[in-house]
């Protein structure tokens, strides 16, 4: 069966949506499945991560028309309500098209953008093929800081899910929520990746008096008081070595902005190809996530796409969540790091002199981290899941 994957964005842009995207398709056969996305790569000359460009057919949504007059009278919040259910509608039909012309016998839609799930529904009941929802997040959640959108995404929520064939859902809370708000059974498959590069990596580890506290990835308002908290626990321990390391593309002076700020050594963001070297030197792995940031149920339901690979990593996780988040619920369910869930930088310099301290913990909870690793993020076992959920003929 041949399927269009509709995303806002795709393969090689590099965000963790388009890496699990990528990572989930670059073993099927390119003329299984189409992408479309508002994400322009027609032209196959990619600037950022060009070895992660599928070999399948790309499509362009364009900016549909819209008004860009009426914001006197109290006409704004009309305003952009047109111009968003003709988004919706001129997308549909381009969609359509594309489903059409690549004679695709199912429409796979992410979240991502408000547009794209109603559209590829549209889509799909056009062609009268089956529509699929992978929600990566919250489709009304996410729509936070824009009234509009909000107010349609809650009104058109219910409709998408009950009108997919199928759902997919990157992680147990997101599923038990869609379940409980829509009634409707959600597949999960977490956002896997090949762990082979953690397996064959030979790590030597340097003899120094450096402690290093490592994060990977973007840093925004998801994560901010979390990185307050840290430096200050760092403060709190009184103990020069310790310094937190920052693969990130961050600019310097936000970081500086969001008063993140102290024992701090800045790197680049590494390949993918560098990424488990540089988790493996790690003495203590930080994986954060707010608890004052201005969306909390996204928080909550929040599947960072290096989870599985601090898993892998065979180093201790120190994870400071709400309570109630994924990541926060996992970690402690499977006993497979240290979790701080509390918003409090002297219970968060805690859990590092835990670390630091206990070598046998550690060695318990990197062992059942690498168990979860190879269980749920294994990419073979998730393609194998995608599969089943599109009833995909000849794909593991």
Avoid at 42 to 57: G, H, R, V, W
Wanted: aromatic fraction near 10%; charge should be neutral.
């Amino acid at each position: 069966m041949k399927f269009a994957l509709v995303s806002h964005i795709v393969p090689p842009s590099g965000t963790g949506q388009s890496v699990v995207i990528y990572r989930m398709l670059r073993e099927l056969d390119p003329q299984s499945y189409c992408l479309i996305s508002t994400d322009d790569h027609s032209d196959k000359t990619p600037s950022e991560n060009p070895s992660q460009l599928l070999a399948c057919n790309y499509h362009y949504l364009p900016p549909p028309f819209s008004f860009t007059r009426g914001y006197r009278f109290g006409l704004q919040q009309l305003r952009e309500s047109v111009n968003l259910s003709l988004a919706i509608i001129e997308h549909s039909r381009r969609i359509a098209e594309i489903v059409r012309r690549e004679r695709c016998e199912a429409v796979v839609a992410c979240t991502g953008d408000v547009t794209i799930l109603p559209a590829a529904y549209l889509a799909s009941r056009l062609t009268r093929v089956p529509f699929y929802a992978y929600v990566f997040d919250h489709y009304s959640y996410r729509e936070w800081d824009n009234p509009v959108a909000r107010f349609w995404a809650r009104r058109l929520e219910r409709l998408l899910m009950k009108g997919a064939a199928g759902i997919i859902a990157p992680n147990e809370i997101l599923r038990d929520d869609l379940q409980r708000r829509f009634d409707v059974e959600a597949t999960v498959i977490h956002n896997s990746f090949d762990m082979s590069p953690y397996e064959t990596q030979e790590l030597i580890r340097k003899e120094s008096a450096e402690i290093r506290v490592v994060y990977t990835g973007a840093v925004y308002e998801a994560h901010f008081g979390a990185f307050r908290n840290l430096m200050t626990a760092i403060r709190k321990l009184g103990r020069p070595g310790i310094k937190l390391h920052l693969y990130t593309n961050q600019p310097d002076e936000t970081l500086e902005r969001e008063n993140v700020r102290g024992p701090i050594v800045k790197h680049p963001q590494e390949s993918m190809t560098e990424m488990p070297r540089v988790q493996m030197e790690a003495d203590i792995l930080f994986l954060p996530l707010a608890f004052d940031s201005p969306y909390p149920d996204l928080v909550r339901t929040s599947a960072t796409t290096k989870l599985g690979e601090y898993l892998a990593s065979q180093r201790p996780v120190l994870v400071h969540a709400p309570r109630d988040s994924f990541v926060s619920w996992y970690f402690r369910h499977y006993e497979c790091g240290v979790v701080v869930d509390e918003d409090d930088p002297a219970r968060l310099a805690e859990g590092i002199e835990l670390i630091l301290s206990d070598a046998e913990l550690c060695r318990r909870m990197v062992a059942n981290a690498l168990v979860r690793a190879r269980t749920d993020f294994s990419i073979s076992l998730s393609r194998a899941a995608f599969a089943r959920v599109l009833k995909l003929n000849g794909t593991s």
